[in-house]
């Protein structure tokens, strides 16, 4: 099985002037791109056992570097999404605040917010006077502050 035990960050990979192109991708979306040890398959159907120092959040472009140097990109999947909308900026931050208070994983943006389809929270956006409206579309959530923070204290 391949095996890989580091990331570059898709910036750093453009900026390289050495760089090859990957032999391979995986695509993911964003909850499987947080990840330290996990077996994934590669789109032309190779398995990459993936074990890292530490967790990590991966992003669109990134690449894990394989044990013999070989690059497999990482590309965000197309997810099923809710792209919400405010009528303006103030009502776009109390969005994101109800948003927030439920601990949603959620893209912000200028004039909206990216969120996980779910009719609840639909519903409780539209009664705030939110536009939602259905995307597929990556997805990028904020990592918190406090990313990996656990809320069980003692």
Same mark, same amino acid.
Do not use: C
């Given at each position: 099985?391949?095996?890989?035990?580091?990331?570059?960050?898709?910036?750093?990979?453009?900026?390289?002037?050495?760089?090859?192109?990957?032999?391979?991708?995986?695509?993911?979306?964003?909850?499987?791109?947080?990840?330290?040890?996990?077996?994934?398959?590669?789109?032309?159907?190779?398995? %990459?056992?993936?074990?890292? +120092? @530490?967790?990590?959040? $991966?992003? *669109? #472009? &990134?690449?894990? =570097?394989? !044990?013999?140097?070989?690059?497999?990109?990482?590309?965000?999947?197309?997810?099923?999404?809710?792209?919400?909308?405010?009528?303006?900026?103030?009502?776009?931050?109390?969005?994101?605040?109800?948003?927030?208070?439920?601990? %949603?994983?959620?893209?912000? +943006? @200028?004039?909206?917010? $990216?969120? *996980? #389809? &779910?009719?609840? =929270?639909? !519903?409780?956006?539209?009664?705030?006077?939110?536009?939602?409206?259905?995307?597929?579309?990556?997805?990028?959530?904020?990592?918190?502050?406090?990313?990996?923070?656990?809320?069980?204290?003692?």
């Amino acid at each position: 099985m391949l095996k890989a035990l580091a990331f570059r960050r898709a910036a750093e990979v453009r900026a390289d002037p050495r760089r090859t192109e990957p032999f391979d991708r995986v695509v993911l979306e964003s909850d499987e791109r947080h990840l330290r040890r996990r077996v994934l398959q590669l789109s032309h159907g190779e398995r %990459l056992l993936v074990e890292l +120092e @530490a967790a990590v959040a $991966l992003e *669109h #472009r &990134d690449v894990l =570097v394989l !044990a013999d140097g070989r690059h497999a990109e990482v590309i965000a999947a197309e997810e099923a999404l809710y792209a919400v909308r405010a009528r303006d900026a103030r009502h776009l931050a109390e969005l994101a605040w109800h948003i927030g208070n439920r601990h %949603l994983p959620a893209a912000v +943006e @200028a004039e909206r917010i $990216l969120i *996980h #389809r &779910d009719h609840v =929270v639909r !519903a409780m956006l539209e009664g705030l006077g939110a536009e939602v409206t259905l995307v597929d579309e990556r997805f990028s959530p904020l990592r918190g502050a406090y990313h990996g923070h656990s809320h069980a204290h003692a």
